[in-house]
């Protein structure tokens, strides 16, 4: 790999400043850049004039020995998002700003490693997220690390190391910046500021490093220091729409920044929104997702007649398609999870549902103590429950509580080593299953099955790339963790409905299985949507009677 020494050549010629908006716009015609080998002539006239297009060398380093990825000098190569005009301006605004000497500060706020990129002059540029600074990964800085990456997140749907391609799918997939994802980025990025943990292994230079960059937004407060009241209806719908799509875990009110507006007596609601932190969308099974503006009253407005138009125009294949060609390492269950909960926007919003109302049909609700599965979920373990021709008379039930006991006991054990023979006796009805061979198949039939899953016709060359950076534990082959070696299911019944406990995942089926699984889904939703658009508009309406 070759990398220009920028940062000589600009200071003591030129000295860089932020590029101009008419300067970004004409970075954006050049499409091949690879902007690790930027000649001279590129840094003579700030990034401009004279640039050589259409270098030809390859998104990824081919660089194999981790020696060879650390010297002295900040840099930066883009590694995802190659072909998109805003993402390159934004990582050859970053780069000449590396050159120039800028600063690179850590934020003290999330759970994550983050760092603000500036230029000379102090302004934020970009934010850069090292994914092996994710909460729980070994070299978080915020006292969340230790484990390795590839093993389960925070949310156990997304593994850690892998947000970092989940911001960067965000962004690809908010078409025409329909929700207003700042343009994103997966780079390789070096710099003496990042975290590196004591125990890790050191290398006597600049840390480099994989992380998601995304462009800075300006703003004044995040959603959760203002009242809902003042965000527009546009605003709340669009990131809504999006959160539906990706199945977004983790939507609180402080990853939606708000731009400061003139506010007068006329001005209600004015406010536009804009997302960050898509690293927890996009999970391997049907998880729980958190919408923060669910029960906003925005959400309960009906949907727009162009906003009706976008959801229309959406295409799950296309959005598949996308992701599996520019993002090969995201695995084929968190796109299929894609496709499914825009088929269900789609046909939702055409049979006339809200926001709301969509929402809540795709989000567990807590009863009594007790969690129970979302509306979608539900649908799915039927049309799961019709796929395999299981007839439940068949099947030894159990109630829902115990379930979730036994999931949250099981989850819990996951690291102490909890004995698991004790735990069949303390729940006496999952000795029944016949099925079970082994209590290393009931975990992981609890625990992990979606982490079994292959890549279905996938390359796997960009996840061998992370994984070479820095300890990357692939989930087949994890040893302590036992992931994989499950032979058979397990399965029972809960309200009638055949269950397949720990998650709802796709990544296993063929594709064939999968075809028939959506032909069957798109089969059963209408009567559901139906269902669930009288059950809503009843709660709807007890709820506003309770007002009076
Ligand atoms: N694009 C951006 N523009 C401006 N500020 C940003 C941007 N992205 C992140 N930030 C700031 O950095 C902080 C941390 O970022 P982020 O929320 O993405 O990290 P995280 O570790 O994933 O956080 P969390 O623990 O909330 O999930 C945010 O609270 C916000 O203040």
Same mark, same amino acid.
Not at 89 to 108: H, K, N, Q, R, Y
Not at 254 to 279: C, F, S, T, W
Not at 398 to 422: A, R, T
């Given at each position: 790999?070759?990398?220009?020494?920028?940062?000589?050549?600009?200071?003591?010629?030129?000295?860089?400043?932020?590029?101009?908006?008419?300067?970004?716009?004409?970075?954006?015609?050049?499409?091949?850049?690879?902007?690790?080998?930027?000649?001279?002539?590129?840094?003579?006239?700030?990034?401009?004039?004279?640039?050589?297009?259409?270098?030809?060398?390859?998104?990824?380093?081919?660089?194999?020995?981790?020696?060879?990825?650390?010297?002295?000098?900040?840099?930066?190569?883009?590694?995802?998002?190659?072909?998109?005009?805003?993402?390159?301006?934004?990582?050859?605004?970053?780069?000449?700003?590396?050159?120039?000497?800028?600063?690179?500060?850590?934020?003290?706020?999330?759970?994550?490693?983050?760092?603000?990129?500036?230029?000379?002059?102090?302004?934020?540029?970009?934010?850069?997220?090292? &994914?092996?600074?994710?909460?729980?990964?070994?070299?978080?800085?915020?006292?969340?690390?230790?484990?390795?990456?590839?093993?389960?997140?925070?949310?156990?749907?997304?593994?850690?190391?892998?947000?970092?391609?989940?911001?960067?799918?965000?962004?690809?997939?908010?078409?025409?910046?329909?929700?207003?994802?700042?343009?994103?980025?997966?780079?390789?990025?070096?710099?003496?500021?990042?975290?590196?943990?004591?125990?890790?292994?050191? &290398?006597?230079?600049?840390?480099?490093?994989?992380?998601?960059?995304?462009?800075?937004?300006?703003?004044?407060?995040?959603?959760?220091?203002?009242?809902?009241?003042?965000?527009?209806?546009?605003?709340?719908?669009?990131?809504?729409?999006?959160?539906?799509?990706?199945?977004?875990?983790?939507?609180?009110?402080?990853?939606?920044?708000?731009?400061?507006?003139?506010?007068?007596?006329?001005?209600?609601?004015?406010?536009?929104?804009?997302?960050?932190?898509?690293?927890?969308?996009?999970?391997?099974?049907?998880?729980?997702?958190?919408?923060?503006?669910?029960?906003?009253?925005?959400?309960?407005?009906?949907?727009?007649?162009?906003?009706?138009?976008?959801?229309?125009?959406?295409?799950?294949?296309?959005?598949?398609?996308?992701?599996?060609?520019?993002?090969?390492?995201?695995?084929?269950?968190?796109?299929?999870?894609?496709?499914?909960?825009?088929?269900?926007?789609?046909?939702?919003?055409?049979?006339?549902?809200?926001?709301?109302?969509?929402?809540?049909?795709?989000?567990?609700?807590?009863?009594?103590?007790?969690?129970?599965?979302?509306?979608?979920?539900?649908?799915?373990?039927?049309?799961?429950?019709?796929?395999?021709?299981?007839?439940?008379?068949?099947?030894?039930?159990?109630?829902?509580?115990?379930?979730?006991?036994?999931?949250?006991?099981?989850?819990?054990?996951?690291?102490?080593?909890?004995?698991?023979?004790?735990?069949?006796?303390?729940?006496?009805?999952?000795?029944?299953?016949?099925?079970?061979?082994?209590?290393?198949?009931?975990?992981?039939?609890?625990?992990?099955?979606?982490?079994?899953?292959?890549?279905?016709?996938?390359?796997?060359?960009?996840?061998?790339?992370?994984?070479?950076?820095?300890?990357?534990?692939?989930?087949?082959?994890?040893?302590?963790?036992?992931?994989?070696?499950?032979?058979?299911?397990?399965?029972?019944?809960?309200?009638?409905?055949?269950?397949?406990?720990?998650?709802?995942?796709?990544?296993?089926?063929?594709?064939?299985?999968?075809?028939?699984?959506?032909?069957?889904?798109?089969?059963?939703?209408?009567?559901?949507?139906?269902?669930?658009?009288?059950?809503?508009?009843?709660?709807?309406?007890?709820?506003?009677?309770?007002?009076?």
């Amino acid at each position: 790999m070759r990398f220009v020494q920028m940062a000589v050549v600009v200071d003591q010629h030129h000295g860089i400043k932020p590029l101009t908006r008419s300067q970004r716009c004409r970075l954006q015609s050049y499409t091949h850049l690879d902007y690790s080998i930027f000649p001279h002539s590129f840094i003579n006239t700030c990034g401009v004039a004279n640039i050589h297009k259409s270098f030809s060398t390859p998104c990824l380093s081919q660089t194999t020995a981790l020696e060879d990825d650390f010297d002295s000098n900040p840099r930066i190569e883009i590694v995802g998002g190659c072909r998109v005009p805003r993402v390159h301006a934004l990582v050859v605004e970053v780069a000449i700003a590396m050159a120039s000497g800028a600063d690179l500060l850590p934020v003290p706020s999330g759970l994550g490693g983050a760092y603000f990129l500036c230029s000379r002059n102090g302004d934020n540029i970009a934010v850069a997220k090292p &994914i092996d600074e994710e909460p729980l990964a070994f070299n978080n800085p915020k006292g969340f690390g230790g484990r390795m990456l590839g093993q389960p997140g925070v949310k156990r749907s997304v593994r850690i190391g892998e947000s970092g391609i989940r911001e960067l799918a965000a962004y690809l997939l908010d078409h025409g910046g329909f929700a207003s994802v700042p343009p994103t980025a997966l780079v390789k990025i070096s710099h003496v500021a990042f975290r590196v943990n004591n125990n890790a292994a050191k &290398i006597s230079a600049t840390p480099y490093k994989i992380a998601s960059l995304q462009r800075f937004v300006d703003h004044d407060f995040d959603a959760g220091e203002l009242g809902f009241s003042g965000f527009s209806i546009a605003s709340v719908h669009h990131i809504g729409i999006f959160d539906v799509r990706v199945l977004n875990l983790d939507r609180h009110a402080g990853n939606m920044l708000v731009k400061k507006y003139k506010q007068n007596k006329y001005a209600v609601g004015a406010a536009e929104l804009v997302p960050i932190d898509h690293g927890l969308c996009l999970p391997e099974w049907l998880d729980d997702p958190y919408f923060e503006w669910l029960h906003w009253p925005q959400a309960s407005i009906p949907f727009s007649e162009s906003e009706i138009e976008y959801i229309s125009n959406l295409n799950p294949s296309k959005d598949a398609e996308l992701l599996r060609t520019q993002i090969p390492s995201l695995r084929e269950a968190a796109i299929r999870v894609l496709v499914l909960c825009t088929i269900f926007l789609k046909r939702a919003t055409a049979a006339g549902l809200c926001l709301a109302d969509i929402g809540e049909m795709m989000t567990r609700q807590f009863c009594a103590g007790e969690e129970r599965l979302s509306t979608l979920e539900n649908l799915c373990l039927q049309v799961k429950a019709t796929m395999s021709g299981t007839d439940d008379k068949n099947r030894e039930t159990i109630g829902e509580g115990e379930i979730f006991q036994l999931q949250n006991d099981i989850k819990e054990s996951f690291d102490e080593n909890f004995d698991l023979p004790q735990l069949l006796q303390i729940y006496p009805g999952m000795s029944r299953f016949s099925s079970v061979g082994s209590i290393t198949e009931l975990t992981d039939a609890y625990i992990y099955p979606p982490f079994k899953e292959s890549n279905h016709g996938n390359d796997d060359s960009d996840s061998k790339n992370m994984k070479g950076n820095s300890g990357y534990v692939d989930g087949s082959t994890s040893g302590s963790h036992k992931v994989g070696g499950l032979t058979e299911r397990v399965s029972f019944s809960v309200n009638n409905f055949n269950c397949e406990t720990g998650a709802i995942s796709f990544g296993d089926m063929s594709k064939d299985e999968w075809d028939l699984f959506l032909d069957n889904f798109e089969k059963l939703l209408p009567d559901i949507l139906l269902k669930g658009t009288n059950y809503l508009s009843l709660k709807k309406r007890l709820r506003t009677s309770c007002k009076y």
